[in-house]
């Protein structure tokens, strides 16, 4: 099975840099996925590793280590709009759906 | 324009009511999923399907059932053995060779 974990809130302020953490264990894996998820409506797509290193996408990059069962996404020059929670989802071997981690609420103060 | 959609956006159930929620994608996907969100919390998968006629189970299927009689449609039917159905409802498609999902506005349905 997964079983994954992301710290519940974290609070950073506008114009700073911001690194949310996402561990997982399993027993297969396909890659792993960041979607945001602003209050009441749906996720929307982030970004999607499969290999180890760096994805960078504008202000938003995230980082894969298969070895460790660790990501993070990381965004930069944080914006007011840029609250919303974070959720991590890891794509199981052998299996299309995601797994998804209860996700990081992100409040970026002035 | 090519999406995901959902309907109704709120939806109320009675006590031993069946109820059932919509979900259409004209974006030509093969795989469709239903997942349930409760407050605070991530997602959950319900039942996903790959191909038309043809779905499995996810990880809270009880109380639930679904058909895909065609491509592009994907209901979801609450039944009343789901005793606690009160969530937000949210529905997903993906390609072949491509496994983002992507997701419909939602359904958010309520006990009376």
């Known amino acids: 099975g997964q079983n994954i974990d992301q710290p519940t809130e974290m609070t950073a302020t506008e114009g700073a840099i911001v690194q949310i953490n996402c561990t997982y264990q399993?027993?297969?894996?396909?890659?792993l996925f960041w979607y945001q998820q602003h209050a009441g409506e749906a996720p929307t797509f982030l970004s999607y590793?499969?290999?180890?290193g760096l994805e960078e996408k504008g202000r938003f990059s995230s980082f894969l280590s298969r070895s460790k069962g660790y990501s993070y996404l990381l965004l930069k020059e944080l914006q007011m709009k840029d609250s919303a929670s974070y959720l991590c989802a890891v794509l199981p071997r052998g299996r299309r759906a995601l797994t998804f981690g209860s996700g990081t609420r992100l409040q970026v103060q002035p | 324009d090519g999406g995901i959609t959902q309907s109704p956006k709120y939806l109320f159930r009675k006590e031993g009511q069946n109820v059932t929620l919509s979900c259409e994608q004209n974006?030509?996907?093969?795989?469709m999923y239903w997942y349930r969100q409760d407050p605070g919390q991530g997602l959950r998968l319900i039942y996903y399907s790959q191909i038309v006629n043809d779905f499995q189970k996810g990880d809270i299927a009880e109380g639930y059932s679904v058909s895909r009689e065609k491509k592009e449609s994907f209901p979801l039917t609450v039944t009343s053995a789901q005793k606690n159905p009160t969530a937000f409802y949210l529905c997903?498609?993906?390609?072949?060779?491509?496994?983002?999902?992507?997701f419909g506005p939602g359904t958010r349905l309520l006990v009376l």
């Open positions: 590793n499969v290999l180890d």
């Open positions: 399993t027993s297969g894996f396909n890659g």
């Open positions: 997903a498609s993906s390609s072949t060779g491509d496994e983002t999902q992507y």
């Open positions: 974006l030509n996907h093969d795989a």
